[in-house]
Structure formats: structure tokens, C-alpha cells
């Protein structure tokens, strides 16, 4: 049943009427949670990041060794999954998640994230700021709405990038976030930052040109196609995952968007809605598993799921999962969720495609 139904009959009111309360508060769904879930292990976390670059380290060896055009396809798909997988372990430690210790969590951040060209602290904060307003139409951060009248004022570069090449969207976003928002992941006065992050935002610009000199010397010493083939191509793949899978987090047509003061964080946490991408779950550890990590972000992702079972009679007909094909889903939001409404709250994705001639 769409969630637009349900608000509708769990209410009982019009859905275009403000200020719609859940049956249910924060506290009550934290109650039903177990308490450990809350809890990191600071040695299981290490087990996943040390896994993940086991896993890397041993696909450039093979991949080196052969050295076969036959091979490699395979090989970037698999290794292009992988930096995908590390960068999951790097959001746990954004959020805190990874262990107790906040220069453990820098320190294997910026581990997993560099060598991805991730700079951590940028991406760390504006990732907060993603959480902290989630399903909030003017102060999201991350794959958020766009309103009808701001998208037939956009130039057609800008709708090609927001709107129709969204799998390679995320480099960009980096140096240029999305419509409506201003300012770089790289410079701290940049409004995304706070004054006394400039140090973090600094630190983490400075390694990512660090890691970008790196790969010039080695396109310098071993040539572009040793830089095509080991590199590139791998790091493409785990940018079409991070932009697949958070579109989907949070993009389909019947997830609500709020306005002004009929937004609140939960009413807000639970616009996404919880994916399965089958057997690449346990590779890049369980990201699908959304809903959950939305409402308690510092929780790690080892515990997701069992919080999500637990959650499930709390939250009823208000949790959101899918378990149609990844690429269905993807088709169905990437042809029908382009804007909404100019005003009203809630509202929902409108397609271009089925606007009236």
C-alpha cells in the first residue's frame, strides 16, 4: 500500500492538512530496541575494514598477476563493489558508529575513504546535515526535491546532471552541491561548515590532494592505461553504487517530502525506505537497511537489522521496504520522481514526462 494511503487512513484527515503527528514517539521506538545494538565493538568493526581491504589487496594482486583483458571486466566490477563495501565502513565511522573513540573513527575514515577519493571530514559533515533534515524539502541535503517551478527554471546542463545522468552525479556533487545549495566539500567557508571545523575540512582536502598526486605519479611512471585499468574504472563502478544506492534511499514516488513546521525529525527519518540488493547485502554491509539507521544514526550497521525486527510492530504500517528488483526500482523512481508541488506539505515526486501539454 502506497504511504500516501496509509497516512490517509492512519490519520484520518487530508493529506494536503499540516502537521500530521505519528501514532508513535522516539523514545517508544528506541524502547523496543535492544540495548547492545546501540553498542560498537571496536573489534568486529576493525574485522569489516580489514576484510574489505584484504578482499582489494588481493584483487589487485590477481588482477596484476594475470594481467588479462579477459580478466579485468570482471575484476573492475568486483573491485569497483569493494571500494563501494570501504566506504560503508567509512560512513560508520562518520557517524560514530564505528567505535567509541573519535580519533579511531578520523583515523579509519580517512583510511577508507581517501584512497576513494572521498575527503571524510567534508563529506562527514554534510552527511550530518543530511540526517539531521532528512525528508525536510528546504533543508536536506542529499537527493532531496527539487519544486516544480525551481525545475522548469533550471538550465538543461543543469537538469542533465541532477536528473538524468544521476549514476555519475557524485564527483561532481563534491565540488558543486545540488540545486538550490552552495559551496564546496573542500573549502572550509564553504556554508555547510561551522568555524571550528576548519581544521577537520582542511585536513581531509589536504590528504585527498595527496591522493590525487599519488595517482598522477603513478599515471606518470606506469602510463594512463595502467591508470584506466586499475584505477579508473574500479572508481567509477563504486561511484555508479554510491549514487544508485543513495538515490534509492530516499527517491520513489510515494515517499512524502515536508515543509516548514510539518517536518520533525522521526516524521522526517521515515521518508526511505529499506531495499534488497540480494546477495551484495553482506558485501557492502547491509546499506540497504536504511530505515533503522535513519531514526538511530550512531548505531553500526552490524545491528541494523535486528533493530529493524524489532522495530517493524512499533512503526507498522509506517516502515517502508522493498523487495522489487534493484533495477526496476531504479527505472520506476528515475522516470517519475523529477519535482513537487511549489507549495503544501506533504508532498510528493511529480514526473515531467506526465505533465499536461
Not at 14 to 41: G, R
Not at 110 to 139: E, F, K, M, Q
Amino acid at each position: 500500500m502506497q504511504l500516501k494511503t496509509v497516512l490517509a487512513q492512519a490519520t484520518d484527515v487530508n493529506l494536503t492538512d499540516s502537521k500530521i503527528k505519528l501514532p508513535f514517539t522516539l523514545q517508544e521506538v528506541k524502547a523496543a530496541i535492544p540495548p547492545h545494538c546501540f553498542e560498537p565493538s571496536l573489534w568486529r568493526s576493525l574485522s569489516y575494514f580489514f576484510l574489505d581491504i584484504g578482499i582489494i589487496a588481493g584483487l589487485y594482486a590477481i588482477a596484476y598477476n594475470l594481467d588479462s583483458w579477459f580478466f579485468f571486466p570482471l575484476f573492475w566490477l568486483m573491485q569497483g563493489t569493494m571500494f563501494w563495501a570501504l566506504f560503508v565502513v567509512g560512513h560508520d565511522c562518520g557517524h560514530g558508529s564505528f567505535s567509541k573513540s573519535k580519533w579511531v573513527n578520523n583515523l579509519i575514515g580517512h583510511l577508507c575513504h581517501i584512497p576513494i577519493l572521498v575527503p571524510y571530514h567534508g563529506w562527514r559533515i554534510s552527511h550530518r546535515t543530511h540526517h539531521a533534515n532528512t525528508g525536510n524539502i528546504d533543508t536536506d541535503e542529499s537527493w532531496y526535491p527539487v519544486s516544480e517551478s525551481k525545475y522548469n527554471n533550471m538550465s538543461w546542463p543543469e537538469k542533465i546532471g541532477r536528473f538524468y545522468i544521476v549514476l555519475l552525479a557524485y564527483p561532481f556533487y563534491l565540488f558543486k552541491r545540488s540545486p538550490n545549495r552552495e559551496g564546496s566539500h573542500f573549502m572550509p567557508e564553504s556554508p555547510l561548515f561551522r568555524p571550528n571545523e576548519k581544521w577537520d575540512v582542511l585536513t581531509s582536502s589536504a590528504l585527498w590532494m595527496l591522493m590525487v598526486g599519488c595517482l598522477g605519479w603513478l599515471t606518470y611512471q606506469f602510463g594512463w592505461v595502467f591508470l584506466v585499468k586499475y584505477y579508473l574504472v574500479p572508481y567509477i563502478i563504486f561511484v555508479i553504487w554510491l549514487d544508485l544506492v543513495t538515490f534509492l534511499h530516499h527517491t520513489e514516488p510515494d515517499i512524502p517530502w515536508y515543509r516548514g513546521d510539518d517536518w520533525y525529525f522521526l516524521k522526517g527519518a521515515l521518508s526511505s525506505i529499506d531495499r534488497d540488493y540480494g546477495f551484495i547485502n553482506s558485501i557492502h554491509h547491509d546499506i540497504g537497511t536504511h530505515v533503522a539507521h535513519h531514526i538511530f544514526l550512531n548505531m553500526p550497521h552490524y545491528h541494523l537489522k535486528t533493530a529493524t525486527e524489532a522495530i517493524k510492530p512499533i512503526l507498522g504500517k509506517y516502515y517502508r521496504q522493498s523487495s522489487e528488483p534493484i533495477w526496476k526500482s531504479f527505472i520506476n523512481s528515475y522516470l517519475n520522481c523529477h519535482f513537487v508541488s511549489d507549495a503544501g506539505s506533504p508532498v510528493y515526486y511529480q514526473s515531467d514526462w506526465k505533465k499536461p501539454s
